[in-house]
């Protein structure tokens, strides 16, 4: 299954561990809602089991319950940059691993939410430019939403 965080791992193990357990095997588990709903009721307090669960609802189709699953999971408020940075590097990740994959709009998909915790990410507006011209959405008049998000 999904390794798992550890409490004792550096960020740049956790970084690594992350992008290893997507890279080997990411529909199978991201996918497994059941999977995190267990995780979750098993231990209520790990956050990542509440981020992982909300990315495999986005890529399910669900972005209400993922939204909703986001928005409740048990974050510490005095840490918001946080809980924030483990979310946008979970979506930048998969992001990544999508385009490579040429699933465009998943990764379309995931980067809007990037967009919304980051709307002044370079780097991500320059993918979401990218993906706009993959999936032929990008048109005159949607060009000024990708950059403004208006």
């Known amino acids: 299954m999904f390794e798992r965080l550890s409490e004792q791992n550096s960020p740049d193990q956790d970084l690594d561990l992350i992008e290893a357990n997507i890279q080997d095997d990411l529909d199978s588990n991201l996918k497994d809602v059941a999977f995190y709903e267990r995780a979750i009721a098993d231990d209520p307090h790990r956050i990542n089991y509440y981020w992982d669960l909300g ?25 918001e940059q946080g809980w924030l940075g483990e979310i946008n590097l979970r979506l930048e990740t998969i992001a990544t691993v999508k385009t490579r ?29 990218y993906l706009s011209i993959e999936q032929a959405k990008l048109n005159p008049d949607s060009a000024t939403d990708i950059v403004t998000g208006k």
């Open 55 to 79: 990315i495999a609802l986005l890529l399910e189709g669900r972005e209400e319950e993922a939204q909703m699953v986001w928005l409740t999971a048990p974050t510490d408020d005095n840490d």
């Open 101 to 129: 994959e040429n699933n465009y709009q998943t990764a379309w998909l995931l980067r809007q939410y990037l967009y919304l915790n980051e709307p002044n990410n370079l780097h991500n507006l320059t993918q979401l430019g």
